[in-house]
């Protein structure tokens, strides 16, 4: 099956001390990253692991962003307007606030790893109180990151569409089965809970596998909250106490996410 998203560079691109990559497959995903004409993704691999710089954009959208760009510098600057006062409900909510000198540490955000999953084609949609819930299987996937590389042996989402007001969103909660490579593998259970947000035309479209091969999935918001959880030992101090939140990209059948642990 065609990926739009390359596994092969997934898999190749990562370097880990713990997982040495032949310099042949490291190249060959380099030459991969050149040709792809529908992604303009910068993978930075350094001492420390792999950083995803801000720079990824998909090659189309970057030309958009450039023509939107040269039309802002084209307009004649505005004078800024002066800071509005507050509201009342504002005040009243600052008067209340708890311990306004208490300094709280800021959480931090570090990428951590990379998920791709395929759907089967065939779902099952179920009533529900509101509405309906979507349930469909995985058919294949592949993770890799710090903490190790490995393939998704199954698993499946459920996805609800939601409307709030002017608010439209396709609600996804997903559990998946990760396998390590180890010679004797671990298996780690990752679970995922979010929204996917958009126009409701471009939101379908872009969960049916034909429609959306002309659309881009990044202008629909994705963003999931990932826990894991493992018996096994080689594992479970590195992931049971962990929390992720996660940017996703879903076009078609396929689901691809970033986790980006909080520290």
Known sequence: MGSWLDDSLLN???QHADIPVPAQATSHAMSELA????????????DEWLK??????????????????????????????????????ACEAMARFPYP???????????????RVILNSQSASVAVSDGFKKWSTFSD?????????????????ESQDLVHGKTVATQVEATHKLQTE?????YIECKTRGNMTGPPELMKTLQDPDASREVDPRLC?????ITMKTQDERYASKLNAGMWVGSCL?????????????S
């Not at 959208?61 to 009342?88: G, L």
């Not at 996937?141 to 989402?157: E, K, P, Y």
């Open 221 to 225: 918001p994705f963003r999931v909250f």
């Open 52 to 89: 995803v710089a801000s720079e990824r954009r998909h090659s189309g959208w970057e030309s958009v962003e450039r023509r939107w760009i040269e039309n802002q510098q084209a307009v004649q600057p505005v004078a800024p307007k002066p800071p509005s006062e507050p509201t009342k409900e």
């Open 101 to 115: 000198h208490m300094s709280i540490p800021t959480p931090q955000l570090e990428f951590d790893f990379r998920l």
């Open 182 to 186: 180890d010679e004797v593998p671990a």
């Open 35 to 46: 040709e792809d004409s529908d992604w303009d993704t910068t993978l930075v691999v350094t």
């Open 141 to 157: 996937g592949s993770w890799a990151g710090r903490f190790g590389h490995g393939v998704v042996v199954n698993g499946g989402q």
């Open 250 to 262: 879903w076009k078609g059948l396929e689901v691809v996410y970033d986790a980006y642990r909080i």
């Open 12 to 14: 190749n691109a990562y």
